[in-house]
């Protein structure tokens, strides 16, 4: 069974940082593309970041780019999103993402994505 667990959310104030984690199981770890997307309340899905199956290429959106930072581990088959200098327009539920084939000029493309875990919550206040 494929499993993705997003953790780490919680209620921040502005300006702070939270460090998201994202743990897989049931799938070859090291093959897949994980992204982090947020969905805000009547907002789409937004991906904010990406990194490739060996780490050896990223994406951000440019609402975090420069205050994100992704990452992960293979043999852990573990990823991260370290978020700092966060703004109350940060806030939104966070998910983590798997895509075997990553197609890097559609990476914003929710649909293009594999696999899916549950959302954690982020909360920034003012």
């Known amino acids: 069974e494929v499993q993705l667990q997003a953790s780490g959310g919680g209620l921040v104030q502005a300006g702070g940082s939270l460090r998201l984690s994202c743990a897989t199981s049931?799938?070859?770890?090291?093959?897949?593309?994980i992204a982090w997307f947020r969905q805000a309340p009547g907002k789409e899905r937004e991906g904010v970041a990406c990194v490739g199956s060996s780490g050896e290429r990223t994406y951000y959106s440019d609402t975090v780019k420069g205050r994100f930072t992704v990452s992960r581990d293979n043999p852990k088959n573990t990823a991260a999103l370290q978020m700092n200098s966060l703004k109350p327009e940060d806030t939104a539920v966070y998910y983590c993402?798997?895509?075997?084939?990553?197609?890097?000029?559609?990476?914003?493309?929710?649909?293009?994505?594999?696999?899916w875990g549950q959302g954690t919550q982020v909360t920034v206040s003012s």
């Open positions: 993402a798997a895509d075997q084939s990553i197609i890097w000029s559609e990476v914003k493309n929710q649909y293009a994505y594999d696999y």
């Open positions: 049931g799938f070859i770890f090291d093959d897949y593309a």
